[in-house]
């Protein structure tokens, strides 16, 4: 092992717990798809998840977990995705929507689905 990795450990990220956006933090499944006494499927019926710090709301889904009654698959139901490094500028795919402009329920591949990605207008303004 490399001297420069001995006794460095990885920092671990910050997470903190915010109410589940997919069930509105109700930990039921919202759509009654199996029954109305189903679990949320992103929580699993603790109406709260984990997310990392710093983190914003999920462009593709609007910050509600679903697309149409979907989990979103961009933040996985949970409504926020962990923010990226600045300086980011609004993706030109999708003009900030994180949506594919050939079929809204898909994510745009080049930003994920986030609406945003990182860099600067300079960089942006060359290609």
Known sequence: ????????????PKMLQVSCAFCKGKGKDPFDVMSSLSNCCVCNGKGLVQVQVPYEACAHCRGTGAIKTFTCNVCNGKGVV???????????ECRGTGDDSSAMAMACL?????????????SERGK
């Open 1 to 12: 092992m490399p001297e420069a990795l001995i006794g460095k450990r990885k920092k671990k």
């Open 82 to 92: 962990s923010a990226l490094p600045e300086p980011t500028v609004i993706c030109p």
């Open 110 to 122: 080049k930003c994920h689905g986030r609406g945003r990605i990182t860099g600067n207008n300079e």
